[in-house]
């Protein structure tokens, strides 16, 4: 299958700080990604979807200033906690679909980020 | 997208068929079923999906409904490294994957 990256694995930061994650499509084009959040013990939750050279839309009750998502080409996407606090500690995962969104396109998944604040 | 209901947990014996069943009454024409896994502390795995028919991989299988209200994900000889949490999810063309709470799945040695 195809392959998702993301880096750091893991991050550690102070409060008031910002992170930044990054996610890669290793061998395909992504015209979509998504971002999503999980707290321990619970499912994930979808934050928001990016498509390649425009604004991201994001879920209900998440915040757009907070987390800011750059789709700025077909195999990256970067997302950046701003100001992160204690309570936006969590796991961030994110997700490549391949093509046009058609229902045959798989979504794939990078292997997470742990997010730890201070 | 079409709301699914799947037990919380399960228990297999290792060697033997997981079957992990999940419901999906409301779901409609043009909604596929997907499945996927999330091993502890990695990102979800896709799995499998499927239509109408029964679907096969060197995964699993798929087997859904002929009404399309159910379907169960077979994996045929579990293994320890199987032990994960189990995602049924229904999807229109371009829609998103929202997950649920899932099936944890505990192979057993």
């Known amino acids: 299958g195809a392959v998702v990256s993301q880096h750091p694995s893991w991050v550690i930061c102070k409060s008031g700080t910002s992170v930044k994650i990054e996610c890669r499509s290793l061998?395909?084009?992504?015209?979509?990604m998504f971002w999503y959040r999980q707290f321990p013990k619970q499912s994930l939750m979808l934050m928001a979807t990016s498509n390649e050279g425009s604004k991201a839309t994001y879920e209900q009750g998440v915040e757009k200033d907070k987390f800011l998502i750059n789709h700025a080409s077909l195999t990256l996407s970067t997302l950046t906690v701003t100001s992160a606090h204690p309570e936006d500690s969590s796991f961030y995962i994110c997700s490549a679909r391949r093509g046009g969104g058609g229902s045959y396109n798989e979504q794939f998944f990078g292997p997470g980020t742990r997010l730890t604040v201070l | 997208d079409a709301k699914t209901t799947q037990p919380p947990s399960m228990d297999c014996a290792e060697g033997r068929a997981a079957n992990l069943p999940c419901n999906h009454s409301t779901i409609s024409g043009n909604e596929y079923v997907y499945w996927y896994r999330q091993i502890h502390s990695q990102g979800p795995q896709y799995i499998i999906h499927g239509l109408k028919n029964n679907e096969t991989n060197e995964m699993a299988s798929l087997i859904i409904t002929e009404d399309r209200k159910s379907s169960t994900l077979i994996l045929p000889h579990a293994t320890l490294r199987d032990t994960a949490v189990y995602y049924c999810?229904?999807?229109?063309?371009?829609?998103?994957?929202?997950f649920g709470a899932g099936t944890i799945l505990r192979v057993k040695s």
């Open positions: 061998d395909f084009q992504a015209t979509t």
């Open positions: 999810i229904v999807r229109g063309p371009g829609n998103k994957l929202v």
